[in-house]
């Protein structure tokens, strides 16, 4: 539609600056509609459930805990950032640090129509150990950052102080809570949701998948953690990244720096940290972003020996 309205005004479609603009507006009114949906979602349904029983439900067992939120995360068919709504909804109502990591790491990572296009591109065997891999990180990830009591570095006004417990008297109630909940939050990210799909947009048009294919299919032993450093800065759905790992394995770059590539573009974007600024400081977003990175540079080698 929005390149009927560019044809309209005399644009070219096809034209690299006319595709950014036109992915620009796409992703924003896309994200930001989400983002206000899902905070409203959210919000009606933690009328329902009680702050103290979602910190109890991920404070106990560290390991179920830590299991639980990387399962729900594999469960949510968002990308990097659509996660993000879910996991202040997790800070907002107490949960842990880690466990919330977990579900953050895992949510983009894994989800029903990415593992399909998987097993029917590469087949049923490495569509299971893309999931075992992304589970494994999530769990881990989220277990090692949260020995690591990096709370502090969390944005006090967003997600530190916590709401008040309040009784609702009707369906409505509910629902205005969530809707405010949306307009307060969405508020808060917008401007970061702006420039964040700038850069993806422009990173998207502007990068060239043959030079990295042919980069990454070059440089021996260092394609893994290479293609992990060019696919972090990207921004993509994990529906449009499946077919890419695949021509990537086609030309000659080794599956483990086709899986590296494909995670570290899933998982971590730079649209995704510039909106999680308004939620964590400089160096938590920092800490995770390393941390995830490593782990998935690890996967990619375990998956190149296996």
Same mark, same amino acid.
Request: hydrophobic content about 60%; glycine content about 10%; overall charge positive.
């Given at each position: 539609?929005?390149?009927?309205?560019?044809?309209?005004?005399?644009? &070219?479609?096809?034209?690299?600056?006319?595709?950014?603009?036109?992915?620009?507006?796409? &992703?924003?009114?896309?994200?930001?509609?989400?983002?206000?949906?899902?905070?409203?979602? %959210?919000?009606? !349904?933690?009328?329902?459930?009680?702050?103290?029983? *979602?910190?109890?439900?991920?404070?106990?067992?560290?390991?179920?805990? $830590?299991?639980?939120?990387?399962?729900?995360?594999?469960?949510?068919?968002?990308?990097?950032?659509?996660? %993000?709504?879910?996991?202040?909804?997790?800070?907002?109502?107490?949960?842990?640090?880690?466990?919330?990591?977990?579900?953050?790491?895992?949510?983009?990572?894994?989800?029903?129509?990415?593992?399909?296009?998987?097993?029917?591109?590469?087949?049923? =065997?490495?569509?299971?150990?893309?999931?075992?891999?992304?589970?494994?990180?999530?769990?881990?990830?989220?277990?090692?950052?949260?020995? #690591? $009591?990096?709370?502090? $570095?969390?944005?006090? &006004?967003?997600? !530190?102080? =916590?709401?008040?417990?309040?009784?609702? @008297?009707?369906? =409505?109630?509910?629902? @205005?809570?969530?809707? &405010?909940?949306?307009?307060?939050?969405?508020?808060?990210?917008?401007?970061? *949701?702006? *420039?964040?799909?700038?850069?993806?947009?422009?990173? $998207?048009?502007?990068?060239?998948?043959?030079?990295?294919?042919?980069?990454?299919?070059?440089?021996?032993?260092?394609?893994?953690?290479?293609?992990?450093?060019?696919?972090?800065?990207?921004?993509?759905?994990?529906?449009?990244? *499946?077919?890419?790992?695949?021509?990537?394995?086609? =030309?000659?770059?080794?599956?483990?720096?086709? #899986?590296?590539?494909? #995670?570290?573009?899933?998982?971590?974007?730079?649209?995704? !940290?510039?909106?999680? @600024?308004?939620? #964590?400081?400089?160096?938590?977003?920092?800490?995770?972003?390393?941390?995830?990175?490593?782990?998935?540079? !690890?996967?990619?080698?375990?998956?190149?020996?296996?």
């Amino acid at each position: 539609m929005l390149e009927g309205v560019a044809v309209a005004f005399g644009l &070219d479609p096809a034209t690299r600056l006319v595709a950014t603009l036109l992915y620009f507006v796409e &992703d924003s009114v896309k994200i930001l509609a989400l983002l206000f949906v899902l905070i409203a979602a %959210i919000g009606f !349904a933690r009328s329902f459930i009680s702050a103290a029983r *979602v910190k109890r439900a991920l404070s106990g067992n560290k390991a179920a805990a $830590h299991l639980s939120a990387a399962l729900f995360g594999a469960l949510t068919p968002f990308c990097s950032c659509s996660s %993000i709504p879910l996991f202040l909804g997790f800070l907002e109502a107490g949960a842990p640090l880690g466990p919330a990591l977990s579900f953050l790491i895992t949510s983009p990572l894994i989800n029903e129509y990415l593992v399909v296009l998987m097993a029917a591109l590469f087949g049923l =065997k490495i569509a299971a150990l893309y999931v075992a891999a992304g589970l494994a990180l999530g769990i881990l990830g989220g277990w090692l950052l949260g020995l #690591m $009591h990096l709370e502090k $570095h969390l944005v006090p &006004d967003l997600v !530190a102080a =916590k709401a008040k417990e309040r009784a609702f @008297r009707s369906w =409505k109630e509910r629902a @205005r809570y969530g809707l &405010d909940e949306a307009k307060s939050i969405t508020g808060k990210l917008w401007p970061w *949701v702006l *420039v964040g799909v700038a850069l993806g947009a422009v990173i $998207h048009n502007y990068v060239p998948q043959a030079f990295i294919a042919s980069l990454v299919a070059t440089t021996g032993v260092f394609g893994v953690p290479l293609a992990v450093l060019l696919g972090v800065p990207m921004y993509g759905s994990g529906a449009a990244l *499946v077919p890419i790992a695949m021509e990537l394995f086609q =030309k000659g770059v080794p599956l483990g720096s086709a #899986m590296a590539f494909l #995670m570290a573009v899933t998982a971590l974007s730079l649209p995704e !940290a510039i909106i999680l @600024r308004r939620a #964590m400081k400089l160096k938590l977003i920092g800490i995770f972003f390393l941390a995830t990175a490593i782990g998935i540079a !690890a996967i990619g080698f375990l998956f190149n020996l296996l």
